[in-house]
């Protein structure tokens, strides 16, 4: 090794070590950014310290589980780098040549500042410091690992050799656990500084991921070092959002609270927390779907209450992000797992304080979840409006579309006819159901059917005839697609079930598919081969 490969190896174990000294002077980072170095000398020139290097500030809240337990110091804030502050001091003495004092180290956080920026509970690295710093975190994780698994080995012979030894060897035997001990457990901070390094520079380390999620299971019943994994998790997604690897360890670590006993309340709190880092991220990064698929993800461990709130608390925010179609998936989600006939928490009362909206949607969704006919119907109407409605103002939003087949889908498949037998019971009093009963619960639900989405369509397509906008264009070809798409799903549930008489399905057919050919050829003639295809294939049911 030559001079200047000397110099940038110990470049790298020295900025290794200073990004250490930062996470333990501030372990609530909460956001990272790479910068230029000219950026990082005007960070640090004088009254630069509030100038932030990132588009916008993110509340740790967002990140990070907030437990009233634990509030003010945070006294394990540090957790995933627990060791002495004389051996912080000495091993910066050792590396820099620096005489100083813990007081030093408490007031004036001491690094190299061609490399780092921190304040504000934010952190910027330079680029330039980024390969050296990833080349000594990687040798120092290639040797730690290698003799992490040396000691696992040397600790299995000594306790298998100690049950058959002698009084004299137990007591050397113990003393040589003592110091396997005392060498595991610094070579397992050493792990998990030089891991965090790692997925802080490359966030896709599959294996130094896996490290920490050995490390951390070693430490699964600390809650605030779970905590301290979830922040670390944070700060990698503040700039790296659709990095798969992070969000699967964040829901590793999720998984580990729940494992170990976690109470309803700190439950949901951290999957409250959990949706809102989603919704930031998905700010910045539009049709994220990794992060979605973790908000996703998170909705088979809520209870119902927090659910129903989901789906209130969700609807502004997709009111103004149409396009984002990972928002309205969400939705489904969360519609399909509120009418599952088991839901986590459906016998507990909330816990925490909700508003006045959020009690009104807990009823509701009590309501739903214990399959209330009339209560679910009136949820899926108001879906179906409110869906329509975004329709009729925005035009040409695929996204929209997409789900109000969903609804209509769900409805004719799985909800209708439980909900109608439902009414029937509730309006009968558990009596004979008599035909005016029956007349009036399908009454009840026609309000979703394939005469009122062809009259639906009919009307978009009218409004739009006069607009030769692309976006109306757009709209025109995706409700004559909606309207095909309705003809072909109403004839084919008429051939499975052989039930010509259900009126909600019953379609003039001949009529309908010419119609609805002339309609397809004329909002995309491009098209035309695929609508002659799709077209020609609708099979007409005989009965």
Known sequence: MDGSEDDNATRGRILLADLDLIFINDPLIDELGYVHPSQLVSLHSDGAASKSPFSEKTPRSSFIPSDSSNSGDEPHAGADCPRKSEHRVGLMEELDGISFDEGQVQNAVLYDRTAFWSAEHKLAISV?????????????????????????????????????????????????????????????????????????????????????????????????????????????????????????????????????????????????????????????????????????????????LQIAIELHRTKLWASFHVSDNCCFHYRRTLLTQLLQPKVPGKAESREVAATADEKEMDMRGLRVALFDGFETRALWQEEVDWTKKLINRYLGREALWLHLRFLFYYWMLHIKRAVSCSQRVSLSGGNEVSEEIDRKCESKSTFLSADTEREFVSVCIAACNSNLTEEANKQRELAASYKLWVLMKGLKQQKEESLPEDTSLSIPVSDERESTRMLLNDVAPHRSHLWEGIISGVSIPQF
Request: charged letters at 25%; hydrophobic letters at 40%.
């Open 128 to 304: 330039p410091a980024l390969a050296p710093l990833y080349k000594s975190a990687r040798e120092a994780f290639t040797l730690g690992s290698a003799e992490y698994k040396n000691l696992y080995k040397a600790e299995e012979a000594t306790f298998s050799n100690a049950s058959g030894a002698l009084e004299a060897d137990n007591q050397h035997h113990g003393n040589g656990s003592l110091m396997l001990n005392k060498d595991k457990r610094a070579l397992e901070d050493s792990l998990m500084t030089c891991t965090r390094a790692l997925v802080l520079v490359n966030c896709d380390h599959a294996t130094a991921w896996n490290m920490r999620k050995r490390l951390v299971s070693k430490r699964a019943n600390d809650w605030d070092f779970l905590v301290a994994e979830l922040r670390l998790a944070g700060v990698v997604l503040s700039c790296a959002h659709k990095s798969e690897e992070t969000w699967a360890h964040r829901r590793w670590v999720i998984l580990q609270m729940i494992n170990n006993g976690l109470s309803r309340m700190k439950l949901d709190v951290i999957l409250e927390n959990e949706s809102k880092l989603v919704e930031s991220v998905a700010e910045r990064s539009p049709m994220n779907y990794r992060a979605w698929r973790h908000r996703c993800w998170l909705v088979a461990q809520m209870s119902f």
